[in-house]
């Protein structure tokens, strides 16, 4: 027993330190994806709903190719694709050197754009609930449209919303295990590479396990928190 938790250690011949290492890059990829998936998801759900045909139709390939598309092949597509893509271009104007393109920056653009897809849905839910009046209102008392979607929209957008973010975030944290295929060293290619060299697979992927669902338990306390941050003016004025 003791043998098994020395392999836990921080010090020489433990993996504690290359795990706690594999989960901090997890929740920074995941984090990373946040302040872009979500912001681009919400455009596509406003694209979806314009009244032009072209934004709500690119609005609609957008949602339904990175819902209906496989995480892993998305990342594989994004990794490769972009590589290929760009040196293809820097041959055209003239650069013959080979390009590579950064495992964790491929990871992050791959993750975001499937996190706009499905978060997209989520906010196009909570624009319903909405109550169209309320633009009325604001437009009656001279705001304009900037200021009534940040002031009076987005606050209530957040507050029905949240819920199903919670559960994108979640998926996002889960679906970076994948980044392990192109090489980067997360949490789960940490785990995989410490079973290879200790020959002790039910360890690590139970310690791997409970890591996933501490970062999870620390997920649902802060989405929880934020939950009642945004609804406290709600169930005041209830």
């Known amino acids: 027993m003791l043998d098994l938790l020395s392999l836990l250690s921080f010090g020489q011949g433990g993996w504690g330190s290359a795990l706690l290492m594999g989960a901090l890059v997890t929740i920074t990829l995941a ?12 455009l596509v759900a406003v694209g979806a709903r314009s009244k032009r045909r072209l934004p709500r139709a690119a609005s609609t390939v957008f949602s339904t190719v990175f819902r209906g598309l496989p ?67 604001a437009q009656s008392l001279g705001l304009s449209r900037r200021t009534t979607f940040l002031r009076v929209t987005l606050p209530q957008l957040m507050r029905v919303a949240l819920p ?38 039910m360890l690590f992927y139970f310690v791997a396990c409970l890591l996933y669902l501490l970062l999870s338990a620390l997920s649902g306390v802060v989405f929880s928190r934020a939950e009642r941050r ?8 209830r």
């Open 71 to 137: 995480e892993l092949l998305t990342l594989l597509l994004v990794y490769y694709g972009a590589q290929i893509g760009i040196e293809h271009l820097l041959q055209k104007i003239g650069y013959q050197s080979e390009f590579r393109i950064n495992a964790f920056v491929a990871a992050v653009v791959a993750f975001s754009l499937v996190l706009a897809a499905f978060s997209s849905e989520v906010w196009l839910g909570a624009f319903k609930t909405i109550p169209k009046g309320q633009q009325e209102a």
């Open 164 to 201: 199903g973010l919670s559960n994108n975030w979640l998926t996002l944290l889960k679906d970076s295990s994948l980044v392990s295929t192109i090489s980067l060293v997360d949490l789960m290619r940490q785990t995989n590479l410490a079973v290879a060299a200790t020959k002790q697979p």
């Open 230 to 237: 945004f609804g406290r003016h709600y169930e005041g004025a």
């Open 31 to 42: 984090l990373c994806c946040v302040p872009i998936g979500l912001p681009l998801g919400l």
